[in-house]
């Protein structure tokens, strides 16, 4: 059971490339997350998507945008990577956005850098 | 004022030590209360749920205080391996978004 599965797991962009990241989860999980994380500091929510079909935006979503594939799958897209933009993204999923003690899962991180 | 608020540490403490780690929460309405522990470079994995009658998990004790707005974390005896850094998760009913606290370290030396 491979979980949260997040490619790539390590990339270096130039200002002003674009890029997707891709995540997949194989828990049948309806919540699915975008998150970024500065090493040394907390996670801040990017975008979720609280089932399929649905996106919203979280704390931090200038300069990026998602796509809910399907069920599964949860992309992640930098249109015109910002050296601000260099942290670490991790995918993320849960069995229900409004569940209580919903418990969430995360990949194995993304370390993006712009250069 | 941050949701959720965390001391940041790093608490340096030497095996065998009792260490306890405090999160304040500013949002009357949640309703979810969670422990994550994060090792260095590694994605956050779920270490224990708090309940509102408190709960024990081996050498873990979670503690919720609702009047006073926080969580708390206990950890005796403590290991080389209990190492990380221990984030707090709120959740407030039926909105669902969880919100992560920025994290305490802590360090066990031997």
């Known amino acids: 059971n491979a979980g949260v599965t997040q490619t790539p797991k390590f990339q270096v962009l130039k200002t002003g490339q674009s890029m997707t990241l891709q995540c997949a989860q194989d828990?049948?999980?309806?919540?699915m997350y975008w998150y970024r994380q500065d090493p040394g500091m907390g996670l801040r929510l990017i975008y979720y998507?609280?089932?399929?079909?649905?996106?919203d935006k979280g704390e931090v979503p200038n300069g990026y945008n998602v796509s809910r594939l399907n069920k599964r799958e949860f992309s992640l897209r930098l249109e015109s990577a910002a050296p601000s933009q260099t942290f670490v993204y991790f995918c993320?999923?849960?069995?229900?956005?409004?569940?209580?003690?919903?418990?969430?899962?995360f990949g194995e991180g993304s370390w993006l850098t712009v250069v | 004022r941050k949701e959720v608020e965390q001391d940041p540490g790093p608490f340096n403490v030497p095996e065998g030590a009792t260490v306890a780690f405090n999160c304040t929460y500013s949002?009357?309405?949640?309703?979810?209360f969670f422990w994550y522990r994060q090792d260095c470079r590694k994605e956050p994995k779920l270490l224990m749920s708090?309940?509102?009658s408190g709960n024990e998990d081996g050498r873990f004790t979670a503690q919720l205080n609702r009047a006073s707005q926080y969580i708390s974390l206990l950890i005796r005896d403590s290991k080389l391996s209990d190492s990380a850094t221990y984030l707090c998760?709120?959740?407030?009913?039926?909105?669902?978004?969880?919100?992560f606290g920025d994290g305490t370290t802590l360090t066990v030396k031997p």
């Open positions: 708090v309940y509102s």
């Open positions: 828990m049948n999980h309806n919540s």
């Open positions: 993320a999923s849960s069995e229900a956005w409004s569940r209580s003690g919903n418990t969430i899962y």
């Open positions: 949002n009357s309405a949640s309703q979810s």
């Open positions: 998507s609280a089932s399929e079909g649905t996106t």
């Open positions: 998760v709120v959740k407030p009913a039926n909105a669902g978004k969880s919100t």
